[in-house]
């Protein structure tokens, strides 16, 4: 089954690491084309230079951008405009935790972790959307987690953001459905790749407690929460992603779907 994406221009913000640099890779096997948007630009960089090593036929820039920053925002979606004239899908990914004791955190850890799940998801939508409107077309996907959905221990205000995110979703979908613009959140589990190696510093991976789902043994106790029994891949995450941001989904709008293998069913 195709997917219809040959030639449409996405953009993968956090598309520098883990389940964004899967989305950005999949989307370029599928012909589209790229704007990777991540304060890691190197880490951006690399995942370009992998999707030209696998054969991708789009065109594919990386623009540093901190999205938590509105003007670097508006500044990253002029310079899109100007390369790729429209832009078809926006795919929100880029996010972070670091996972502790609430009454332990202080405050300024909990405006940054704010200003990177929620509002950076605003700027985009916000500065993106007007553009999608005035055209009557997009696709935009974005990543919460299930943490947005049932809380998690050590996650709290990373799990209000979440939350937020799927609340903005809906009521932007009811907003600008009649332009045939769709919003769509995906809540991946825990998706932790093998190799470290692979994950940049940047990664919310290295902080907090998420550092003890390196060992196998945490990732063999965490899995046994699972249905199936193991954890996700970025790849399984951007399977239902990529298919949400394709024409194949043109009447799905404002649904949060979970990927993760049966953590949560709701
Ligand atoms: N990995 C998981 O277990 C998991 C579970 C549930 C939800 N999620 C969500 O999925 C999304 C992707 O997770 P991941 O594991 O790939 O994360 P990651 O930390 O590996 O990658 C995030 C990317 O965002 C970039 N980034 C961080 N701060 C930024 C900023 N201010 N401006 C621009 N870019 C910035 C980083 O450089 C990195 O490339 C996030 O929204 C995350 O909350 C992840």
């Known amino acids: 089954?195709?997917?219809?994406?040959?030639g449409k221009n996405a953009i993968v913000t956090g598309g520098?690491?883990?389940?964004?640099?899967?989305?950005a890779l999949t989307l370029a096997e599928e012909g589209a084309n790229i704007?990777?948007?991540?304060i890691d630009e190197v880490a951006a960089l690399g995942v370009i230079q992998e999707a030209k090593e696998a054969g991708a036929v789009g065109n594919l820039a990386a623009f540093a951008t901190d999205l938590t920053d509105r003007q670097q925002v508006e500044a990253s979606v002029g310079r899109v405009?100007?390369?790729?004239?429209?832009?078809?899908?926006?795919?929100?990914?880029?996010?972070?935790?670091?996972?502790?004791?609430?009454?332990?955190?202080?405050?300024?850890?909990?405006?940054?972790?704010?200003d990177l799940n929620y509002?950076?998801?605003?700027?985009?939508?916000?500065?993106?959307?007007?553009?999608?409107v005035e055209r009557g077309y997009g696709r935009v996907v974005?990543?919460?987690?299930?943490?947005?959905?049932?809380?998690?221990?050590?996650?709290?205000?990373?799990?209000?953001?979440?939350?937020?995110?799927?609340?903005?979703t809906k009521s932007l979908a009811r907003e600008v459905g009649r332009h045939d613009v769709t919003l769509n959140v995906v809540c991946p589990g825990l998706t932790i790749p093998e190799?470290?190696?692979?994950?940049?510093?940047?990664?919310?991976?290295w902080a907090g407690d998420a550092i003890d789902f390196w060992t196998p043994e945490r990732r063999a106790s965490a899995s046994r929460r699972y249905a199936l029994r193991r954890l996700g891949t970025a790849q399984d995450v951007a399977n239902v992603?990529?298919?949400?941001?394709?024409?194949?989904?043109?009447?799905?709008?404002?649904?949060t779907w979970s990927v993760s293998g049966g953590y949560t069913m709701m």
């Open 119 to 132: 509002m950076s998801v605003v700027h985009c939508m916000h500065t993106v959307l007007p553009h999608m």
């Open 81 to 114: 405009v100007e390369k790729f004239e429209q832009i078809d899908i926006l795919i929100n990914c880029a996010g972070g935790d670091q996972a502790g004791p609430f009454l332990d955190q202080p405050p300024e850890l909990h405006r940054k972790l704010v």
């Open 16 to 23: 520098g690491s883990n389940i964004g640099r899967s989305i």
């Open 241 to 255: 992603v990529v298919f949400l941001a394709s024409d194949r989904c043109n009447f799905v709008t404002g649904q």
């Open 1 to 6: 089954m195709e997917l219809t994406l040959s």
């Open 35 to 38: 704007a990777l948007f991540d």
């Open 195 to 205: 190799d470290p190696e692979a994950v940049p510093e940047t990664s919310m991976l």
């Open 142 to 168: 974005s990543l919460a987690s299930d943490a947005g959905r049932m809380g998690e221990y050590h996650e709290a205000v990373y799990s209000g953001a979440k939350a937020g995110v799927i609340a903005l």
